[in-house]
Structures are given as C-alpha cells and as structure tokens.
C-alpha cells in the first residue's frame, strides 16, 4: 500500500507565502511522477503543478510565476512553493502520485495513482 503524506497548509494573508510537502511511503519500485491538484468549494479540481514523466514540468497558467514545484527523486518527495497568494487560491490542495509498484519496462509504462488526504490553503486578511 502507498500513502502520500502531505503537510504545510493554513492560513495566510493575500501577498504571503506557503510551502507544501508530499512524500510517499510504502512497499514501491519509485514515482513515476508527482504533482499538486486544488480543489475550490463548488468548483472541480484542477491541476496546479505536476512533473510528467519526462522530468519536464506543468503549470496552470493561473499559478505561473507565482508558484513553483520542485521534487526529491530521492525521497518521492515533492514541494509545491506558492509565493504571491491570492484568494483565489484558496482551496484544499491534494498531491497526486503515479507510482511505478515494480520495476517497469520502459518510461512511458503507466503506474497507479495515488491521492493524499489534503490539505487546507487560505488566503485571507
């Protein structure tokens, strides 16, 4: 079983800054890749940032130049740096993993996705 364990949300005023943690844990081969979604009250979620599997990385445009993810092969870790927060990013925010659970033949092999719990993100004076 693969858990993704995420940490850094709460409160903060319009023009601050938060950083978000995500490592996953458990019996697994490695990530294939990691990445951040939100999801606002009454509203779909949607993609803030992700690696794909070549390493490369995906912004939605609202979040470019503000935010900035950034990932530990290493540890199948992954942080998402929000600078410059508006209310408009408030949401819960959910790591998501594709996660290889054995060694695959090649890089473009899919692998499992996986959800963390959330974690809560407000912006507010």
């Known amino acids: 079983q693969v858990q993704l364990v995420e940490s850094g949300g709460g409160l903060v005023q319009p023009g601050g800054s938060l950083r978000l943690s995500c490592e996953a844990s458990g019996h697994f081969f490695s990530s294939k890749s990691m990445g951040w979604f939100r999801q606002a009250p009454g509203k779909q979620r949607e993609l803030v940032a992700r690696f794909n599997g070549g390493g490369s990385t995906v912004y939605a445009d609202s979040v470019k130049g503000r935010f900035t993810i950034s990932s530990d092969s290493a540890k199948n870790a992954v942080t998402l740096q929000m600078n410059s927060l508006k209310s408009e990013d408030t949401a819960v925010y959910y790591c998501?993993?594709?996660?290889?659970?054995?060694?695959?033949?090649?890089?473009?092999?899919?692998?499992?996705?996986?959800w963390g719990q959330g974690t809560q993100v407000t912006v507010s004076s």
């Open positions: 998501y993993a594709e996660i290889w659970m054995t060694e695959p033949y090649s890089s473009d092999d899919d692998g499992v996705p996986y």
